[in-house]
């Protein structure tokens, strides 16, 4: 028995087949409206009819307001772009509508698929020929109308982000008969002008407003400039010729500006802010390597001949000084000891003793002990505390015991 798949896979297999096909993803389709309902949900659900074929659609709330211009009735002839694909749990197949157009102007999207088409064969739309968009313009050159939004939001923008670029505007005509002629002429000047950018472009609008832009004089003149060109149409939903041939493509004239003009106002901060930490790296280095440098000088003076020879020098006065001191003291000492032996010397000493009357008597070199060891007519020595005296002996006394 063969594999068996259930509802919810047979289901979700036919969605994926119809996510993964390139043609059912951005198609248009042209038919008449049926059951055209507005739910409550804000969506729209209605049936496109063709000669007895239908195909259910919906058109989500969201895509309305940029994709819907009118109030959907049975009976109109609509084109609708969308894409083809599959409701998983009804496993209905219906087109999913993001712009609806009444058939009108289906002769304009025709003509506009023929010249993409044509321009593409011709290469208009590579890669390989798109300029690269100055990074810091001076002089930026503006092909638009002279009044309205756009001007004065690209002005705005201009002042805000840049006040020193300079504009050059030329007022073309962007919509109605003649305008694709002033656009192109536009093109043309500004470019033999010189100017670093230029921007063309007009706010949003109907396809029919935007026509000029769609124009095969406009692509080539743009495909021709020396000059990178930024288109910025002011619409979401289609790309005009003009975006697809630009260098450039932005959503509208303001994003278009922003794409042109640098922000040099939050350059210039960025440049301030670098230039305060360099500053504060430059400082920083320059403290590191002055600490560095008078860690190095102490080493060096501590390291230097002439420094030891001084710490030597001291050294030296130092030890005079302490030699001089123990001299003195031992000096003291010893000159106070003798003063000591000196006072017990002189207690010791004979003639210390011959005070208060007292004397020394020698004769003949001899120290005279005894009356007996002289006579009468000898000559005495008799030493006093402070002088010597010779006499002679006058009479002997014998002292009686």
Wanted: charged share 25%.
């Amino acid at each position: 028995m063969g594999v068996i798949y259930s509802v919810k896979d047979i289901n979700k297999y036919i969605k994926n087949m119809f996510e993964n096909d390139y043609l059912l993803r951005n198609l248009k389709v042209q038919g008449e409206v049926s059951n055209a309902v507005y739910h409550s949900s804000g969506h729209i659900y209605f049936t496109l009819k063709e000669e007895g074929n239908a195909l259910k659609a919906v058109m989500f709330r969201g895509y309305q307001a940029g994709g819907l211009a009118f109030r959907l009735q049975n009976g109109q002839k609509v084109v609708v772009s969308g894409q083809i694909n599959v409701f998983e749990r009804d496993g209905q197949c219906q087109l999913y509508a993001k712009s609806i157009v009444l058939d009108g102007r289906g002769n304009l999207y025709e003509a506009y698929e023929q010249l993409k088409q044509r321009l593409y064969e011709e290469g208009l739309f590579e890669f390989e020929h798109k300029k690269e968009i100055p990074k810091f313009p001076k002089k930026i050159g503006i092909v638009t109308a002279k009044t309205g939004a756009a001007i004065q939001d690209i002005r705005n923008i201009a002042r805000r982000r840049n006040p020193y670029v300079q504009l050059y505007l030329y007022p073309a005509q962007v919509q109605g008969d003649g305008a694709a002629a002033t656009i192109v002429a536009g093109i043309q000047a500004l470019d033999q002008m010189g100017m670093d950018t230029i921007i063309v472009g007009r706010g949003g609008g109907s396809i029919e407003d935007l026509w000029a832009f769609n124009e095969e004089i406009v692509a080539r003149a743009i495909f021709a400039a020396n000059t990178p060109i930024i288109s910025g149409t002011g619409h979401e939903i289609d790309n005009t010729i003009a975006d697809y041939v630009a260098d450039l493509r932005a959503p509208t004239p303001s994003a278009a500006a922003e794409l042109a003009i640098p922000d040099i106002m939050t350059s210039l901060q960025q440049v301030e802010q670098y230039e305060r930490r360099m500053t504060q790296c430059v400082q920083h280095n320059m403290h590191m390597q002055k600490r560095k440098l008078d860690m190095l000088a102490v080493s060096l003076e501590r390291l230097s001949p002439d420094n030891k020879l001084k710490n030597q020098m001291l050294y030296l006065d130092s030890l005079q000084d302490r030699i001089l001191a123990i001299m003195k003291q031992n000096f003291e000492k010893k000159q106070h000891m003798c003063e000591l032996l000196l006072t017990r010397l002189n207690g010791l000493s004979p003639t210390a003793k011959l005070v208060g009357g007292y004397g020394y008597v020698e004769t003949n070199g001899k120290a005279l002990k005894s009356v007996n060891e002289i006579q009468e007519q000898d000559t005495l020595s008799v030493t006093l505390s402070d002088g010597r005296i010779e006499t002679i002996v006058t009479k002997v006394t014998k002292t009686i015991v």
